[in-house]
């Protein structure tokens, strides 16, 4: 009989911007099995240089939960460059308090889903941010996925296509710190 998957079991680690050589590839692997029945849509395919990308700014901000020691989640992200927020063009007026730190990135792999391990990662990243406000966007195709953040207090506010070849995403906000 096989033991049952759970979060509290999970050892998460924090990274930043200087750890990303020693984890770049254990985010493009968890993301590989977490995505394994979409790796043929070329956007997902293009998820290294996205991890280039944000690994790039100074201020990134990573997680993984490791079982022992395979990584089976990440979550990152980094603070919004302010006035271009993901947010700004469905939020009139802009909210007083601000500062946005932008959620880029979750995977979990398949054999790790509905055991707690992507609310785990999520408010670990979370955790003690500086910024007023999260954002972060849905594929609209994954219902599920934005009920899971509304169920964490995420609200959708619009909608937005950041690539011509991207999905379109619902654009979800939440205050900091998550209820």
């Known amino acids: 009989m096989e033991a049952s998957l759970s979060a509290t079991d999970l050892d998460v680690r924090r ?9 770049r590839q254990a985010l493009i692997d968890v993301h590989s099995d977490a995505y394994a029945d979409a790796m043929d849509d070329e956007f ?39 006035k271009r927020e993901w947010w700004r063009e469905h939020v009139k007026p802009a909210p007083e308090r601000h500062r946005t730190f932008s959620f880029s990135e979750l995977a979990v792999r398949t054999t790790w889903r509905k055991t707690g391990t992507a609310e785990l990662v999520t408010r670990a990243l979370l955790e003690g941010r500086d910024e007023d406000l999260v954002v972060l966007l849905v594929d609209l195709e994954h219902p599920r996925v934005q009920a899971m953040y509304e169920s964490w ?3 959708k506010v619009g909608d937005r296509q950041p690539f011509p070849d991207s999905p379109v995403y619902a654009v979800m906000l939440a205050e900091l710190p998550l209820g």
């Open 44 to 82: 997902n395919q293009r998820f290294p240089w996205f991890v280039d990308h944000w690994g790039g700014n100074p201020d990134f901000t990573c997680v993984i939960a490791f079982d022992g020691g395979e990584p089976v989640a990440f979550a990152y992200g980094a603070p919004a460059t302010p």
């Open 15 to 23: 990274f930043t911007h200087d750890d990303l050589p020693q984890i």
């Open 153 to 155: 207090g995420f609200q």
